[in-house]
């Protein structure tokens, strides 16, 4: 299969030919196949997420408690991460400063992935590393929280910050997958790791949602009560 195009030039060739070399041919999928694709991505991602629960959800309240604890003691939590993960990031802050499910007071949280002068400013005056790093040394204090997420546990920038909030005597709750990389090597023994037991990274970032929202609905149930 060759896919050729005529928008984009350089000096050394006067048009873009891209081609996907197929050294086997490929089965057809019909609508059927489609179908039994997609119930499989379902069963897959609750199944790992069944596997998850008895390792997980008492870590997961410690997490909880830790948060809730900071929040209530006039701290904060900062969340950082790549990609997905800094999506994760947002979706977390943006939970706690509006609401998740029930209505309450604005919590403090700051995703540390938004503000593209920051990051940029830092990656090219210091190293991209260092991004979240000198933001967790700019904001957080003695009793805040980090929520470092790196679904393979070994982005560097993430394992910075975590060497950044220790430095300032903060709690580090590690969202992470697989056997938790790097990141399960520098954290300390009063840290929350909270390591996702699948090697797939789509259904380690499926399973930090659902942490995310357990952590949400858990900080709610906490500071609120429930029904």
């Not at 029930?102 to 995703?111: K, N, P, S």
Request: with cysteine.
């Amino acid at each position: 299969t060759k896919i050729r195009g005529s928008g984009w030039h350089s000096k050394s060739s006067p048009s873009c030919e891209v081609e996907l070399a197929q050294s086997q041919p490929l089965k057809p999928l019909n609508h059927m196949d489609l179908i039994a694709r997609v119930a499989q991505h379902f069963e897959d991602s609750a199944q790992t997420q069944l596997n998850a629960v008895e390792m997980l959800a008492a870590p997961i309240a410690a997490a909880i408690e830790t948060m809730t604890n900071s929040l209530i003691n006039g701290g904060k939590i900062l969340a950082c991460g790549n990609g997905g993960s800094a999506s994760d990031s947002q979706r977390f802050a943006s939970k706690l400063i509006g609401r998740f499910e029930a209505e309450r007071q604005e919590l403090a949280a700051i995703a540390l992935t938004v503000d593209c002068s920051i990051l940029t400013s830092v990656a090219n005056d210091y190293a991209l590393n260092q991004i979240f790093a000198r933001q967790v040394r700019g904001l957080g204090h003695a009793g805040d929280v980090l929520l470092a997420i790196s679904a393979a546990g070994n982005a560097a920038n993430v394992i910075e910050a975590i060497n950044a909030a220790h430095e300032h005597d903060m709690h580090v709750i590690a969202l992470t997958g697989k056997d938790g990389g790097q990141i399960a090597e520098v954290l300390r023994d009063d840290d929350i790791h909270l390591c996702v037991p699948t090697d797939r990274t789509a259904r380690i970032q499926e399973t930090h949602l659902l942490v995310i929202h357990c952590l949400c609905d858990g900080i709610d149930a906490l500071l609120l009560g429930v029904e």
